[in-house]
């Protein structure tokens, strides 16, 4: 020990001494100094006190709804012009796209014309190589892969967008339900938004994809013998009523009447399901996809096994099956009362878990509605979901729209004066 | 920390930040979105006790990011990435508070968006409704006047006594000398302890 500390050195080395920044010598004469002065010892106290209250602020966790639009502001951002060595990685993704889009121009198309009379006529223009196992028409009902792996799928099939001529006079509220969902099939998929996503959604890929589907539409029309450019028209007027921020594609267009004048119904396909198919090794994801029948399951088993994973110590395998743990708190679950997730059953740590795991996932998929879908679930709900309880859902009033299908793109556009009329 | 991070990050783990820096500039733009995802929260906390108020620490957040998106290329990697960051990012947060030009005061109630009281408490021990609005209203307080400090101040005070860097830490972030960190941090605990003791007093 050294001699005696005076109040006024102490003082200084009150707060290094808090801080945990002072050498141990020092440290130890100030401790000395306190236990003989009150004074130094409360202004020791009076400095951890205000210390405890500048810890004690609570930290802010970003809502999925700033994530989301960080993320698309970055997004936005990155994809600003930028120097030369950036573009050179970007050109050769672009060229493996551009090769697979060349394949998807010329392999065989499939199209269904509906004659005025509601007969159907199944037309196949230049099927070339080995039968596509692809979709074969609008109005198919079940998707079935016949056993096929999902790799295999991709090797095989491509798809085209799909045209046809019905002639019928839709009203508009049968425009509400109508729907074609060729765009959400795993084999539109698999030709399209596949190589998209491998781009990372470059909107040069982005654009030679639209033109290149748009010109198949225009060619089947054509040798239907409707005017190419009226439905090609009509295909840019759709895609220019579109959410610009969101890549589209057109999937389908329908030569129809609404309310008695003669229209393009254009079909637009939106990679909601980027989940479903942003990895590659995710085969049995594409299978569920499949599964879904006319719907595609916007909740991917990617998704799923995440969610599981993280609230459900067992999940086992690929369909759905789901044990829980007997330590879940069920408990907390408050029948009367629409409780969501994270407000209920929770830990805290979980909570923040979840929230981090929801704002992943909107920065990931761009959906905001999926988002708050999921944060609207109760814990009975959201077992249901890892279970694929999608009737136990229903049951419970849940819209499954929302998990099930995405939204629905039908664009009605006037043939003769390219007006948008839904 | 996050589950879905680590998938992502499959048998190779996570990506280092100047990993994923460096796969950025050489064209991969997912990396660059896994820093946004790995800093988002630091940064809109950082907004937030900076400017006072949770709608500027939003839009902050998103210039803080487009920010280092065009910066990146600058960073020469002699520093840490996260040390260049919180420079980059404070300074980003010193020039939207001058663009504000505003005086955050009692009126301009900069706590007036924090979050409902019971959100901001999680368990703490605290019981009674009373002993629960007293937490909260200290640290309305406490908010208010970090929110009220010299620019200066505010950052040594985040950077050290909310997000725990130490003295060092702290002058490499600023680039000021370890003497200017130890006299800031100072100054500013002593104007807030001023500030906490009216506080008190007012309650007696």
């Known amino acids: 020990m050294g001699i ?11 707060e290094p001494f808090i801080d945990g920044e002072l050498d141990s010598e020092r440290s130890e004469q100030l401790q000395a100094h306190l236990i003989s002065c009150s004074a130094c010892e409360s202004r020791v106290s009076a400095m951890r ?55 998807a121009a010329s392999i065989g198309t499939t199209w269904v014309v509906l004659s005025g009379g509601g007969t159907v006529t199944k037309v196949e223009v230049a099927q070339e190589e080995q039968e596509p196992v692809s979709f074969k028409g609008p109005v ?52 399209y938004w596949y190589p998209a996503a491998a781009s990372g959604f470059d909107a040069a890929t982005l654009a030679n994809n639209q033109a290149t589907l ?12 409707k005017n190419p450019d009226e439905v090609k028209n009509a295909v840019s007027v759709a895609l220019s009523q579109c959410d610009q921020t969101i890549p589209l594609l057109p999937c389908y267009a329908e030569q129809a009447k609404v309310g008695g004048k003669d229209a393009w ?29 006319g ?32 330590d879940a708190n069920t408990d907390a679950l408050d029948d009367s009362a629409p409780l969501s997730i994270a407000q209920t059953w929770l830990a805290s740590d979980q909570q923040q878990q979840f929230q981090t795991f929801l704002r992943q996932l909107a920065a990931q998929s761009n959906n905001v509605d999926l988002i708050a879908a999921l944060e609207g679930l109760n814990y009975d709900q959201l077992l249901m979901l890892l279970q694929g309880n999608w009737n136990g859902l229903a049951a419970q009033g849940i819209d499954l729209t929302k998990f099930l299908v995405p939204p629905k793109r039908l664009y009605a556009i006037d043939a003769t004066t390219g007006n948008v009329i839904w | 920390m996050m589950a879905l991070n680590e998938r992502d990050g499959g048998a190779e783990g996570l990506r280092s930040d100047e990993e994923l820096v460096r796969c950025y500039l050489e064209g991969d733009q997912r990396a660059f979105e896994e820093l946004v995802i790995r800093y988002e929260t630091t940064i809109i906390n950082m907004a937030y006790r900076l400017l006072g108020n949770r709608t500027d620490a939003s839009d902050v957040c998103q210039e803080v990011f487009v920010l280092l998106l065009r910066k990146l290329g600058s960073f020469r990697g002699e520093a840490k990435f996260s040390t260049w960051l919180y420079r980059v990012s404070l300074n980003a947060c010193h ?65 050290h006594d909310i997000s725990d860097f ?28 001023k500030e906490l003791e009216e506080y008190r007093e007012q309650l007696r």
């Open chain 1, 4 to 14: 005696e500390m005076k109040c006024g050195k102490a003082t200084k080395l009150i």
């Open chain 1, 49 to 103: 006190a205000t210390l405890d209250s500048i810890a004690s602020l609570p930290a802010i966790e970003p809502t999925a709804r700033e994530s989301y639009r960080l993320m698309n502001r970055v997004r936005a951002e990155m994809d600003e012009p930028r120097p030369a060595r950036i573009g050179h990685a970007r050109l050769r993704l672009t060229a493996a796209a551009a090769v697979t889009i060349l394949v």
């Open chain 1, 140 to 191: 198919e009902t079940s998707a079935g892969i016949n056993g096929k792996t999902a790799s295999q799928l991709l090797a095989s099939s491509v798809t085209s967008p799909s045209v046809t001529i019905s002639g019928k006079d839709y009203a508009a509220s049968e425009l509400k339900s109508y729907r074609n969902d060729l765009g959400a099939r795993l084999d539109f998929y698999a030709s």
């Open chain 1, 214 to 225: 748009t010109t198949a539409i225009a060619d089947q029309a054509a040798q239907a013998g």
């Open chain 1, 265 to 293: 119904l254009i079909s637009m396909s939106g990679p909601e399901d980027y989940l479903l198919f942003k990895n590659q090794e995710l085969p049995s994801a594409m299978f569920l996809a499949s599964q879904g029948g």
């Open chain 1, 295 to 326: 719907a595609s399951l916007m909740i991917s088993q990617s998704l799923l096994t995440q969610l599981a994973s993280m609230f459900a110590p067992v999940y086992g395998g690929s369909n759905l099956t789901l044990s829980m743990s007997a």
């Open chain 2, 95 to 159: 020039d939207h508070a001058r663009r504000l030009k505003r005086h955050y005061s009692l009126s301009d109630s900069p706590g007036e968006d924090l979050p409902e009281i019971e959100q901001r408490l999680p368990d703490d021990g605290l019981h009674s409704p009373e002993e629960r609005l007293e937490k909260a209203e200290i640290q309305d307080v406490v908010h208010e006047a970090i929110a009220r400090l010299p620019y200066k101040f505010k950052e040594v005070i985040f950077l």
């Open chain 2, 166 to 193: 130490n003295y060092k830490e702290v002058a490499q972030i600023l680039d000021i000398s370890l003497g200017t960190v130890k006299s800031r941090l100072n100054r500013a605990r002593t104007r807030l302890a």
